[in-house]
């Protein structure tokens, strides 16, 4: 058991919850503790995927505690120093756009902020049908900050949704050990 704090950020991405929740599993049984954290809109939308309430349960479950899901809730891991990494996985194109512009008005975007504060790594996992369309731009600026690592992705469907990006989420445990050093696990860009 690996003795660090983790957080684990779900957004709205509902298609890739089950593997990502797998990978959470996995860094449960890696790491001493994985703190989780839902934006508003993971916290309380059920979807075709599933009811809100139903992954709240299995995310708490596998986590061993509460779920952050309030800005006030995920405001203290800056000053407090709470987590030595930060996953945000899936990431959406809306959390990424608001990462790219400094907005933190989510659960998910203002513990990226507060984690940020103290110079530590955060990992992202995208899943976005706009990848390769409005969040471009998002992407490249993110890649080219500081701290910033992600998943490995690629195109998911390139003849049917030829702009949609999707981080592969088997890779979050081995992308996160990664981040932990400091570096980007390699080759960033799958083949689909």
Same mark, same amino acid.
């Given at each position: 058991?690996?003795?660090? #704090?983790?957080?684990?950020?779900?957004?709205?991405?509902?298609?890739?919850?089950? @593997?990502?929740?797998?990978?959470?599993?996995?860094?449960? /049984?890696?790491?001493? #503790?994985?703190?989780?954290?839902?934006?508003?809109?993971?916290?309380?939308?059920?979807?075709?995927?599933?009811?809100?309430?139903?992954?709240?349960?299995?995310?708490? #479950?596998?986590?061993?505690?509460?779920?952050?899901?309030?800005?006030?809730?995920?405001? !203290?891991?800056?000053?407090?120093?709470?987590?030595? /990494?930060?996953?945000?996985? !899936?990431?959406?194109?809306?959390?990424?756009?608001?990462?790219?512009?400094?907005?933190?008005?989510?659960?998910?975007?203002?513990?990226?902020?507060?984690?940020?504060?103290?110079?530590?790594?955060?990992?992202?996992?995208?899943?976005?049908?706009?990848?390769?369309?409005?969040?471009?731009?998002?992407?490249?600026?993110? /890649?080219?900050?500081?701290?910033?690592?992600?998943? @490995?992705?690629?195109?998911?469907?390139?003849?049917?949704? @030829?702009?949609? /990006?999707?981080?592969?989420?088997?890779?979050? @445990?081995?992308?996160?050990?990664?981040?932990?050093?400091?570096?980007?696990?390699? !080759?960033?860009?799958?083949?689909?």
């Amino acid at each position: 058991m690996i003795s660090k #704090t983790v957080g684990f950020a779900l957004t709205g991405s509902f298609c890739t919850f089950e @593997p990502v929740l797998a990978a959470m599993k996995a860094l449960s /049984l890696q790491y001493e #503790t994985v703190v989780p954290i839902l934006s508003f809109a993971a916290g309380s939308t059920d979807s075709r995927f599933g009811a809100a309430a139903d992954f709240r349960t299995r995310i708490e #479950t596998i986590c061993g505690r509460p779920a952050l899901d309030s800005l006030s809730a995920v405001e !203290p891991i800056g000053p407090k120093k709470r987590l030595d /990494l930060l996953i945000v996985a !899936p990431c959406t194109g809306n959390t990424l756009a608001k990462l790219a512009a400094g907005i933190a008005d989510t659960p998910v975007t203002l513990a990226c902020k507060a984690h940020l504060r103290n110079a530590r790594p955060i990992l992202l996992a995208v899943s976005t049908n706009d990848g390769l369309a409005a969040n471009a731009a998002s992407i490249g600026s993110l /890649l080219a900050r500081r701290h910033l690592y992600f998943v @490995p992705f690629g195109q998911d469907n390139a003849e049917q949704k @030829p702009t949609s /990006l999707v981080a592969d989420m088997s890779q979050i @445990p081995e992308a996160a050990a990664a981040a932990l050093r400091g570096e980007q696990l390699q !080759p960033i860009l799958l083949r689909q």
